[in-house]
């Protein structure tokens, strides 16, 4: 092999280590183990080391874009000409992706550091998030004693109601974030999600118990 | 030995397997492993599936207890001369339980069966929070288009919550329920626990962080 074919393979099983990180973190979560991905990634696992000596180097390499956009949603929310808007549509766009992606549900609320470009992304998410909450409360359309902790709280409440609801019910998400804004906006809001059905709500309960091993 | 101390010697066991369990369970969640329960209880694994063949039959036996203390709970709700504080206490007084305990997080959102009387409490305690919920929206005070699946998301998100935050900021739930049910009632309430502190989120969104192994 030349030198020039060498550099070709080797960033093919980059970008192979990646696409098959990014499919297993999406299912599994960010703790997905990294066997998987190589396996499924059709490399050794000292290849996968040796690209990335780190599972965060690996969560970088996959998400980076990811946060990218978040980055670039909030910079819209905070010239959307209504600040509760601007406000309740970067939340939901959060917490949707959260609910689409099981790693994403972690990924912003996991403090991931180790790697310079990821900590840089998440604190310009971070700081425009502040931006777009401080807007929305300066003009009186949130709750004056809402804080940036709040977000925390929201997105945990979030990641976890993903996790256990599965892809039982898809809008779930949606009307919990729904019912939260509710609460949150200082003059009650409009319209509110649909609640899910019974029938979506029974079969997540029923993959939960099967989970752990008591379902009948 | 005799019979009498055979028995005893039995019940002891089974005693100190019931008491190890509900610990770990609290510790870890339903599904924490049943050797380490064993281990704790200082009894062999072969003693402890002979009491408890299957892991729910363990997990009726540590927590049948505590539903029919909802179930009484709730009872008590239902005569509240304030439907609305009816619907507010008992919702917080299960999101409190979940907050205090890593299996109940996940008990009261997992269909479990198997077990005839751990069906028939979940079932009681059920049907006791629908009427709590109907009781209070026929009375005006609970928004109407709030519905009975809706408390399986209020309960899976607390349960996610409760996992995320750990004991970085115990009273988190309390303010995250606290923000939803301000969007619930029909007319605002006047008061909303206060939020965590920053100090008490990056606790846990490092120890998340560390969990997934990306903390420098």
């Known amino acids: 092999m030349t030198s020039k074919s060498l550099r070709a393979d080797a960033e093919r099983n980059r970008r192979q280590v990646v696409a098959a990180a990014g499919e297993v973190f999406a299912e599994r979560g960010l703790d997905a183990p990294l066997d998987e991905i190589a396996r499924r990634a059709g490399v050794g696992n000292a290849t996968l080391y040796r690209r990335f000596p780190t599972r965060c180097e690996l969560v970088a390499a996959v998400f980076a874009d990811t946060l990218r956009e978040v980055v670039a949603a909030a910079e819209q929310s905070l010239?959307?000409?209504?600040?509760?808007?601007?406000?309740?549509?970067?939340?939901?766009?959060?917490?949707?992706l959260q609910a689409t992606n099981r790693a994403l549900a972690d990924l912003f609320i996991a403090r991931l550091s180790g790697v310079p470009e990821l900590e840089r992304l998440r604190a310009r998410a971070?700081?425009?998030?502040?931006?777009?909450?401080?807007?929305?409360?300066?003009?009186g359309a949130l709750r004056q004693d809402f804080t940036h902790?709040?977000?925390?709280?929201?997105?945990?409440?979030?990641?976890?109601?993903?996790?256990?609801?599965?892809?039982?019910?898809?809008?779930?998400?949606?009307?919990?974030?729904?019912?939260?804004?509710?609460?949150?906006?200082?003059t009650p809001p409009s319209a509110v999600a649909a609640p899910p059905t019974q029938r979506q709500?029974?079969?997540?309960?029923?993959?939960?118990?099967?989970?752990?091993?008591?379902?009948?």
């Open 149 to 186: 902790e709040d977000v925390a709280l929201v997105l945990m409440a979030n990641a976890g109601l993903v996790e256990r609801m599965g892809d039982a019910a898809p809008t779930a998400s949606r009307r919990h974030l729904s019912n939260l804004l509710h609460g949150l906006r200082a």
């Open 126 to 139: 971070f700081r425009h998030l502040v931006e777009v909450i401080d807007r929305a409360k300066s003009h």
């Open 79 to 96: 010239v959307h000409p209504d600040p509760w808007t601007g406000f309740a549509e970067h939340l939901s766009f959060v917490c949707e």
């Open 201 to 216: 709500v029974l079969r997540a309960m029923t993959t939960l118990a099967e989970r752990h091993g008591c379902a009948s």
